[in-house]
């Protein structure tokens, strides 16, 4: 199976700073790679997919990149209504993974 | 607008079955893959299963091949889960997905809000 490694596990942020959030792949997975938010008692919602493309209806302040099996979701300038859970998952290879998430905090 | 209800959990003994039912409506569903995600209290998320648009594929993850099947049901616009030799470790929250792309099984773009199965003596 594919592993994927997630961090960091947590964060503390303020309002307005940029977040990045960084996830490597064990092997190789081409552009099959997605990001997730979560907010408690709620399904995830797909923000990226393909690395690097943004979701529509997503704001343009989330993004996606890829360098080799290092994937980042950055966050340019943090809202409030950011502050949730996020993980990725690729779709290279069933069974399809996720990190282990990233609780993002407000600080 | 692309809707998607799950139903069918609840508490349910070791050992036993339950069929989780997730009513897809707002899209053509024969035209899109679609996905069991699972939540454990918790915990993160853990892909289950994926079905493709036209039911000629199933793919599951280690730890339920043999106990769990995914199908589907055009005619009811329904995505199904049937679960057997259940364990305390299947205990969840059950989400159906639906994949961004027609013909396509490598997104989850779409949620429902999930179905809570507890596993229990």
């Known amino acids: 199976d594919i592993q994927m490694t997630q961090s960091p596990s947590s964060l503390s942020a303020s309002v307005g700073d940029r977040v990045t959030i960084t996830c490597r792949a064990s092997q190789s997975i081409n552009y099959f790679l997605s990001w997730y938010q979560q907010k408690p008692g709620k399904a995830p919602k797909l923000l990226i997919y393909a690395a690097s493309s943004l979701q529509s209806g997503v704001p343009s302040r989330f993004s996606g990149s890829e360098s080799g099996t290092d994937f980042t979701l950055t966050i340019s300038s943090l809202q409030l209504e950011d502050f949730a859970t996020y993980y990725c998952q690729q779709s290279y290879n069933t069974p399809y993974t996720f990190g282990q998430g990233t609780n993002l905090e407000i600080k | 607008q692309v809707q998607l209800v799950e139903s069918g959990g609840g508490v349910v003994q070791p050992g036993r079955s339950l069929r989780l039912s997730c009513a897809a409506s707002g899209f053509t569903f024969s035209d899109y893959g679609m996905h069991w995600v699972r939540q454990a209290p918790g915990k993160g998320l853990e892909w289950v299963a994926l079905i493709s648009h036209d039911g000629s594929h199933e793919l599951y993850t280690d730890s339920v091949k043999g106990r769990f099947t995914i199908s589907r049901d055009t005619s009811k616009n329904t995505l199904y889960l049937q679960m057997s030799s259940l364990r305390v470790e299947d205990t969840a929250v059950y989400f159906c997905?639906?994949?961004?792309?027609?013909?396509?099984?490598?997104?989850?773009?779409?949620w429902g809000q999930g179905t809570l199965v507890t596993v229990s003596s």
């Open positions: 997905a639906r994949d961004l792309i027609p013909s396509s099984n490598s997104w989850l773009a779409y």
